[in-house]
């Protein structure tokens, strides 16, 4: 993956720092708090993820730079400093030197990577290695070519708790980064279809075209005047290319071929099966993904807080911000909100397309209720990348992302859907009096933001898990039946890119440009991040 300086990524990029810049932060080491250097630039990768802070060590090193991954670092957003963590001065002198001369390729980001992991494991740390003794990767083994930062998240990850400001900027820098090169796209094709024949075309140079795959069974309302409220609102701004969902082809099949032709959006409408179909057709794709929901749970739309109606979430597809946001892998088919095993795989088996269209979100409520009562235990065996857990559990939850409403996933206090990370959360009552009040607990952990505290609830996160019961347990992804147990979840950070609302402060809640004597000065600068 080529690196790039972030100036020559995005020139501006200032602008969605807040106008301020981390470069020049000064450097300092976590563990003696002694000032050791400055952030010389910041190098990002093609999405424009940052990879690594260049420091200049001169302080501590004479005249030697050096490439430190975001993931060594802690940051005092408000003092200004930068932390450097897990790396003393001599080892800093056995890092490959960086300068702006060096032609940093994958082959060259290995190496570096190698160095950091000789350091953190204590090989020969104590020993400074010169820089062609950094070790070599024979061309035979160069996978790294196309390497995945997700696979090192120790050097590469900013968490929410040590870099939230900075991981906000990265996010703003991504997204209009992303808008930029979509409207050079759309200009491209307009310059193109006007070359390619004799006619001119008057095309609104904003027009942008779209794929909208619609479910016309989906949910309890009139299809047909969904149909024609989405068109109204879209179809002045979107060269909308309709498809219809049978029962013999659904929004899976559908979104795969979108993507072959080389969709540039893709919009989904219908109810949860749906969208979860159309989104894990474009996991990994770019391709941003819009979403108006139509459902009965709607599961899918406020788990990514997406309106669920249809006039605002044809605005939010209009307003054109993405998100990128995570996804994941079960049993290798993609997945986007949750996998659940036991008492939520019996619910949605109980809950029937006939009845939901009578009940509507009821007819999952009747089937939890008739679930409660069959409750029953069973051996579980949980394996992530760094434990093995075996207990007993009456349902497991495994999810990316969930409503509130997903009860069964509501263990920790909040789920990150670009965390990198899956939220696992086991429920183990004795009794139905006991589910009933571990569901409440699980639901007011979604709304307060407090972790669930019940002896019989658990949770925990993790990157990969496995999951086997005993006896096999029904498993439901996505809200459809998957089979049984045992389950294979693998997170896929970054893999989904959705077009979301505007956060709070990007979207116009302000306008003074114009006024007389206009003068704002910030009074809450953001703090550590
Ligand atoms: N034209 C169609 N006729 C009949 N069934 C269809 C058609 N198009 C899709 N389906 C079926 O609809 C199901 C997906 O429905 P979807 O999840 O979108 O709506 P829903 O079931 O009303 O929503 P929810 O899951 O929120 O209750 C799939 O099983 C798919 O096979």
Redesign the pocket.
Known sequence: MPLKRIKDFAPNYIESFDGKDFIGFNVYTKKTGKKVGYIKDILVDEMGYFRYFVVDFGLWVFNKQVMLPVGYTRIDYEARKVFVIGVDRKQVESLPAYNEQIDVDSEYEENLREAYFNITSGIDSAVPLLENQVPQIKQADAGYVNYDYAQAAELYELSDRHHRVIKEYQYRLIAKHQLVTENERVEQLIVASSTSSNQVTYKNKLTRSACLIF??????SDSKQDLVTIKSILEPEFDLDIR????????DEIAKEAVEQGAQIIIAS????????AAEAVVGTRIPLGVI????????ATALGIPVTIPAACQTILGGKTRIVDAAYCNGRPMVLLAGIGFEAETVKR?H?DV??RF?ML??VLAGIHELRNLEFFETRIETEDKVISLNAAAITVANAAPPTSVLAQGPAALLVDDGLLDVTIVAPTNTISAIAAAYNLLQSAYSGEVANRPDTGFLRARSIKISTNPAQRVVVD??LMGKTPIDVECVPGGLTIIVPSLPGECTQEKLDGLPNLRVEPKNPPTVG
């Open positions: 479910n016309p069974v989906a949910g309890q219809m969902t049978t029962p013999n082809k659904d929004a219908g109810g949860d099966g749906t969208l979860s179909a929901s139509r459902g009965t749970a709607n599961a899918f809950a397309r939901k269209n509507g007819a999952y809200g459809e």
